[in-house]
């Protein structure tokens, strides 16, 4: 009895083997390109960022052609194509904002919840930044459902709250901005975020500047 029982964990370890170890490794991947935004979306400017997002772009294009049924990549695809588009301005620009609307909205499809909701909350920043029609795709009626949708799933993160105090803020709301921004201030670090905490922190600070 003792040996079919050993037999049998065997084999549900070797099954499992490979599913275990599939998480680690996309979070691993996640993490590089993470890390590789942080420093060029914090600590890289001019013409060396814009030839530096591209090359992210790249490593986002590999990251979610190497892990096609999950959401996580395409949300940093996303990520890497709307903060490049920011950098890059100018008509050059809308058409990586709609390459990021549609990768992101395909992450909504496969998990909402991904990442802390992080679909939802770079679809609603998208939705107020790009200019409305006939030139873009804004709606401030959409960034706000998005962001809002992004506070239910993840109320203390730092960027769902920095989000809706910037788009608040952006609506003439300042008073009612400035209790997301200081939530987003005082939002727990992230594990082996440090640069991108500490950009987004400066940004924060700053818009609460504004308010104050």
Known sequence: MNALIKSFCLVLLLVAGPVLAEPAALDA???????????????VNGDAQEKAFEDLVKQA????????????????????LSTYAGAKGGLG????????KAVLEQALAIDEKA????AHTSLGSLYYQVPGWPIGFGDDDKAEAHLRAALEINPNGIDPNYFFGDYLIEQGKEDRAKAYLERALEAPPRPNREVADAGRRAEIKALLQEVN
């Open 115 to 118: 990442l802390d909701g992080s």
């Open 29 to 43: 991947d996640l993490l590089k390109l993470q890390q590789a935004w942080a420093h060029v979306n914090y600590e």
């Open 93 to 100: 620009a809308l058409g990586l904002v709609k390459d990021a």
């Open 61 to 80: 294009d590999a990251l979610v052609a190497g892990w096609p049924q999950r959401a996580e990549p395409l949300i940093w695809k996303g990520i890497v």
